[in-house]
């Protein structure tokens, strides 16, 4: 998808200053890194139920109805699943995994700004067996109640199995919330039903569904679920990288794993507020009056010292001022 000059520079600047993740995993709890050739867009993520340490991904545009089993404990690919029963990818951005081991992948980003007359969602069970393998996939119509946008989050929830939907705006977009159950016939309407403070490139619900984690490019907020009225409760420790596309809890729900797109990229693991250090911690560190409007803080689980954090950011500033600058002249 199309970046602005500010985000471009950042990318390379964060890339040249953060040092890849790549230990080794247990049970899907610790950092790691991609390592399959074919995946150098992952612009999703999200933990197996079947499969222990196992999580899912996909490139964002032009390779195909893909999915990829990535296994954490060696970042190698298990399984390369081949969507059957679907049109042509347009701009898949997301995944998730709803409750009775159905995988939703989320064909939702729009190239051109929100102007789609309508996007798709593609459900498909997970594969009991880690092989390459196709598997028959359900394509849903997906539209909003206000109209075309773009997104890069879909999330369901693991009791109800309701989808929902997070719309990408860099002033901060909503939750769209979906039918109680998807129709493969006609459209599926989507409604804003609670405002998401963040130019929001992921989300994840945790396991019990009683927490909702939603990251951006630069740093990410953490909400009570609420009863589907999200509560903020405060801000996530996300990691800067060179482009952080993806987030998911860990299978058990302690672990918040933060991917991002290029080739070889690490999925850095961050505990999660309420999970893992005890109820209600959080890796974020600090008030939230200190957050910056995307959220983003000086939570201790960044992986390049304040100062590359500062010099990314002013870069950022500077030449974003620029681009304005050109346009206006």
């Known amino acids: 998808m199309r970046r602005p000059l500010a985000l471009l520079a950042a990318t390379l600047l964060v890339g040249a200053l953060t040092a890849p993740a790549a230990s080794a995993a247990d049970g899907g709890n610790d950092s790691f890194t991609i390592k399959d050739p074919r995946i150098t867009e992952s612009s999703g993520l999200a933990a197996s139920r079947l499969h222990p340490g196992v999580y899912w991904t996909h490139n964002d545009s032009d390779d195909g109805p893909y999915l990829y089993a990535v296994d954490s404990a060696t970042g190698e690919t298990a399984a390369r699943i081949t969507l059957t029963g679907v049109g042509t990818p347009r701009d898949v951005e997301a ?55 773009d ?67 630069f740093g990410g907020i953490h909400y009570a679920w609420n009863g589907g009225r999200p509560r903020r409760e405060g801000r996530l420790s996300v990691p800067l990288q060179g482009q952080g596309e993806s987030v998911s809890y860990s299978a058990d729900g302690s672990r918040l794993m933060y991917g991002s797109e290029g080739g070889q990229s690490a999925v850095e693991s961050r505990e999660a507020p309420g999970g893992g250090g005890g109820k209600g911690s959080s890796s974020g560190g600090g008030p939230e009056g200190r957050e910056s409007a995307d959220g983003a803080g000086d939570g201790a689980g960044n992986t390049v010292k304040v100062g590359g954090a500062v010099v990314a950011v002013v870069v950022c500033a500077v030449l974003l001022g620029l681009g304005r600058s050109r346009r206006r002249g």
């Open 95 to 149: 995944v998730a995994v709803g409750p009775g081991g159905r995988i939703f992948v989320g064909d939702i980003g729009d190239n051109l700004g929100g102007t789609w007359p309508y996007v798709w969602i593609y459900e498909l069970p997970e594969p009991k067996e880690l092989r390459d393998q196709s598997v028959r996939a359900t394509q849903y119509v997906v539209k909003y109640s206000d109209g075309a946008r």
């Open 151 to 217: 997104a890069e989050s879909l999330l369901v929830h693991p009791k109800t199995g309701r989808v929902y939907i997070i719309d990408k705006k860099e002033e901060g977009g909503h939750l769209y919330e979906g039918p109680a159950e998807l129709s493969a016939s006609g459209s599926n309407v989507f409604r804003p039903v609670a405002p998401v403070e963040l130019w929001a490139t992921d989300a994840a619900f945790s396991p019990d569904g009683e927490r909702l984690a939603v990251r951006g490019y």
